[in-house]
């Protein structure tokens, strides 16, 4: 299994002990690294296929932004990563196009790993 699907699969069966807990990290995240405020709107589950395989299931939280120049939504989710999978790292990606939806949030923030490890 490559990097990202074993990664992002972790995503998909990461059990969150307590939701609102994980979405108050996200939206504190959000607005530390934006500099803006952030409202959770809703959860949407997303798939992603590449070749007929699944590289990444998981579900994509949407935030509303408000006082950020230039967005409006933020789409959030974070994965397990580092020794024994005990750190968490957080993925956002601001609504800006290409970025439409949550699915294409998705698309970029593979795109942009991918781009990264080479």
């Known amino acids: ?3 990202i699907a074993h990664g ?3 995503n998909w069966l990461n ?4 939701k609102q807990d994980y979405l108050a990290r996200l939206q504190v ?3 530390q690294l934006h500099n803006c ?3 959770y709107r809703e959860t949407v589950p997303v798939e992603e296929v590449f070749q007929f395989q699944i590289i990444w299931k998981g579900e994509v939280e949407v935030f509303d932004l408000y006082g950020h120049p230039k967005a409006k939504v ?3 989710w974070s994965h397990r990563e ?11 990606v601001l609504q ?15 795109a942009a790993e991918v781009k990264g490890k080479k």
């Open 1 to 3: 299994m490559s990097r």
């Open 8 to 10: 992002r699969s972790k």
């Open 15 to 18: 059990v969150v002990a307590n």
């Open 29 to 31: 995240a959000i607005q």
């Open 37 to 39: 405020g952030a409202n």
């Open 74 to 76: 933020c789409y959030a």
């Open 82 to 92: 580092g020794v024994d999978d005990k750190g968490e790292k957080f993925v956002m």
């Open 96 to 110: 800006i196009p290409p970025v439409i939806s949550p699915e294409t949030a998705v698309k970029v923030a593979i």
